[in-house]
């Protein structure tokens, strides 16, 4: 009923920059949070950053000063500018998004597919 696609990752030399996009629709009455996630091999996924419907956002310790969060909610899109990247930045990312559906009682978490985020050294 609702879909999340990410667009954007790739490689890129270290101190380099990439932007992820991601775009929610179907049957979405309005959105909450919407945050972006990563996966390294072995790892946990962990919270990379928030931006609440509000425009608060909040970051991983990691990335905060590189990483940028901001939608469009007319848009129902959630973006990712990162620079300065590091090689421990290589993961896939995720695009995460708190959806009430239309007709629905609460907000429930919806998923991208993932992106791959390689960040060569």
């Known amino acids: 009923q609702v879909q999340l696609v990410e667009s954007g990752g790739g490689l890129v030399q270290a101190g380099g920059s990439l932007r992820l996009s991601c775009i929610a629709s179907g049957r979405i009455f309005r959105i909450n949070d919407m945050g972006w996630y990563r996966q390294a091999p072995g790892k946990q996924r962990e919270l990379v950053a928030v931006s609440s419907s509000v425009g608060g956002t909040n970051y991983v310790d990691s990335v905060k000063g590189r990483f940028t969060i901001s939608r469009d909610n007319a848009k129902n899109t959630v973006f990712l500018q990162m620079n300065s990247l590091k090689p421990e930045d290589t993961a896939v990312y995720y695009c995460?998004?708190?959806?009430?559906?239309?007709?629905?009682?609460?907000?429930?978490?919806?998923w991208g597919q993932g992106t791959q985020v390689t960040v060569s050294s």
């Open positions: 995460n998004a708190d959806v009430l559906i239309t007709g629905g009682r609460f907000y429930l978490p919806h």
